[in-house]
């Protein structure tokens, strides 16, 4: 079965704290994993995908094959921060229509 | 370069009606997703269209949904004799390429079942 499992819903933490947003998937094959969040009142926008392995907003996010994760970490937490962010992946190679699987999301609140 | 467009931004109907949503994919782009989200989950997979054609509807339901993204105009979802389960935000993607998960998103419409 192809799914993606954000297993928090909600994470708080203190400006200048550690994050990290978990992410779990299960996906006969090889995927894409990303990162999209969502801003109040903005639209759903990439933050990172896997293959750039770049760092967005100070944010990055490792794929580990072996425990099928893909946590999305920040070493110190922003106010600007605080929205919904959304774990997904897409099927790679041929055939692949390149159609998202969506985690639940987590709300990441960052208190002041 | 205005990114994608959904219109209406919300909509409300009465049980039975008929539902309309529209999507103006980003310039330049002719590959067109549709994805659902009810209260409390993630979004979910409906449909991706190129222009006049139906490539994926593996996550449309059977019936009363159907979709269309004609040679000219904006992608059309289109619910038949909506009921309650129906109301959920719809977002539309766009992509420049075949198949690609490089995906833009728009505002969404949030659909209002009563």
């Known amino acids: 079965a192809q799914r993606v499992t954000q297993p928090e819903k909600l994470l708080s933490v203190f400006k200048g704290a550690p994050v990290e947003l978990k992410c779990n998937y299960s996906?006969?094959?090889?995927?894409?994993l990303f990162w999209y969040v969502q801003y109040s009142r903005q639209r759903l926008q990439l933050l990172l995908r896997?293959?750039s392995r770049e760092s967005i907003k100070g944010f990055t996010a490792d794929l580990n094959k072996g425990e099928t994760s893909f946590h999305l970490k920040k070493p110190f937490a922003q106010e600007e921060d605080s929205a919904m962010y959304y774990c997904?992946?897409?099927?790679?190679?041929?055939?692949?229509?390149?159609?998202?699987?969506f985690g639940q999301g987590t709300t990441l609140q960052v208190k002041p | 370069n205005a990114g994608v467009m959904q219109n209406p931004r919300h909509l409300v109907r009465r049980r039975g009606q008929e539902a309309r949503l529209r999507c103006s994919p980003m310039?330049?782009?002719?590959?067109v997703y549709w994805y659902r989200q009810l209260p409390e989950e993630g979004l979910k997979f409906m449909v991706y269209?190129?222009?006049?054609?139906?490539?994926?509807e593996s996550g449309m339901p059977k019936e009363r949904f159907s979709a269309e993204f004609p040679k000219e105009g904006p992608s059309i979802l289109r619910i038949q004799q909506v009921v309650r389960g129906d109301s959920a935000a719809y977002f539309c993607?766009?992509?420049?390429?075949?198949?690609?998960?490089?995906?833009?998103f728009g505002p969404g419409t949030r659909l209002t079942v009563t």
């Open positions: 310039k330049g782009h002719s590959h």
């Open positions: 993607a766009s992509s420049p390429r075949t198949g690609s998960s490089e995906q833009y």
């Open positions: 269209l190129q222009k006049e054609n139906i490539i994926d």
């Open positions: 996906y006969s094959g090889s995927p894409e």
């Open positions: 896997h293959i």
């Open positions: 997904a992946l897409s099927g790679r190679g041929s055939g692949n229509t390149g159609k998202l699987i």
